[in-house]
């Protein structure tokens, strides 16, 4: 089974509305990826997200595409600067869930459950870009299985 990690869409700045919502732009590429995922048939039994309204507004956007079957949730611990080994220690390769949340706890996190450090960068993230990990059957260690992307740079 899989970890998909989403950074959530582009949103607009604090000093234009300090909730940060999602821009026109980050709305527009969280739903491409949103049916890529979808037409990918992309596996997802859950959404979690860390609260904020550019995380949420994502996850509902994605939601609406890949029908979770148990829907979509907010939890604590998904915010930016917040302890990975936390959500670490609570994922298993057993369901297929999804996180969405923000930089640098993203990347940060897939660094942490793939090198045991987070000092370690082995992906970047763009906004509204989804990372699939996957756990090696045997031995429980992570690996990146694929990303999507809004952007190929």
């Known amino acids: ?27 527009t590429a969280v ?33 609406a595409h890949v029908k979770p079957e148990s829907g979509i949730k907010k939890a604590s611990g998904l915010n930016p600067n917040d302890d990975v080994t936390s959500i670490a220690s609570q994922v298993s390769g057993s369901e297929n869930i999804m996180l969405v949340g923000h930089l640098p706890f ?8 793939i090198t045991g450090t987070i000092d370690k960068t082995v992906v970047k993230f763009q906004n509204g870009g989804i990372v699939c990990l996957d756990q090696e059957p045997d031995k429980g260690t992570w690996f990146i299985k694929w990303t999507l992307m809004p952007e190929v740079k």
């Open 106 to 113: 993203m990347e940060r996190l897939v660094s942490y459950l």
């Open 1 to 27: 089974m899989s970890l998909y990690l989403v950074q959530h869409g582009k949103s607009l700045p604090e000093e234009i509305d300090p909730d940060r919502p999602l821009s026109g732009e980050g709305v």
């Open 31 to 63: 739903y491409h990826i949103a049916r890529k995922a979808a037409e990918y048939n992309i596996p997802v039994s859950q959404i979690i997200h860390s609260g904020k309204t550019r995380a949420q507004q994502t996850a509902e956007i994605i939601s």
